[in-house]
């Protein structure tokens, strides 16, 4: 299980963001995969009782499905980013037709052009042709929030463990994570918060 990707790994790869040069106690939370209309706004709850701030990387084909929730999310003041039209995996999916859905889906996002691969994976002609116009968003800690064959403890330790200033983490807002969440998301920021870290989204 990678939680961290080596920090080698991190400076071959330089066209993306890994996580961020901090001086502060800044991390940045983020969320992919959504809206939905369940888990969705479970998470808002949280992050709205906690009082912080969340990236939300969003599926195109979601944000048609359930509007309303992209709504919640905006009117909470929490940022939202490209996650591609139908979140496709760059590795099997021809250059032309992956930069088009990743171009459908940020017709809803004029604000910015972070944009993150789903699965990670985006090939290097799609990176470059990519980074021309977007910032590429990797993570710095996956907590394995979507595996159902771990124990929620562990991800939350996953997530304390590895999460510095500066770190980006990645949970997800899918069914698959929803189990996971609803048992750890609260105690995890909350501990976050008693580290002394900042939740930012300033990007
Ligand atoms: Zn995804």
């Known amino acids: 299980m990678i939680v961290k990707p080596p920090k080698f790994v991190q400076r071959i790869l330089k066209s993306f963001i890994w ?35 969340a990236t939300f990387f969003l599926v195109g084909e979601q944000i048609n499905k359930y509007p309303e929730i992209l709504d919640m999310i905006l009117n909470d003041g929490h940022i939202i980013a490209n ?24 017709v809803f996002m004029p604000e910015n052009n972070l944009f993150r691969p789903p699965y990670g994976k985006i090939t290097p002609i799609q990176t470059r042709t990519l980074e021309k116009k977007y910032k590429i968003v990797l993570w710095d800690v996956l907590s394995y929030d979507f595996s159902e ?50 939740f930012s989204t300033t990007w």
């Open 83 to 106: 996650h591609s039209y139908s979140h496709k995996n760059g590795w099997f999916t021809n250059s032309k037709s992956y930069v088009n859905d990743v171009e459908k889906c940020q």
């Open 149 to 198: 064959k771990i124990k929620p403890e562990k991800i939350k330790e996953n997530i304390m463990k590895n999460t510095t200033k500066g770190s980006i983490i990645v949970l997800h807002n899918n069914h698959k994570s929803y189990n996971n969440l609803k048992l750890i998301l609260h105690q995890t920021i909350k501990e976050l918060k008693q580290k002394g870290f900042n």
């Open 19 to 53: 996580r961020h040069n901090e001086d502060n106690n800044n991390i940045w939370l983020t969320f992919d995969d959504g809206p939905d209309s369940k888990v969705t706004p479970f998470i808002l709850q949280i992050l709205k009782n906690q009082q912080i701030k």
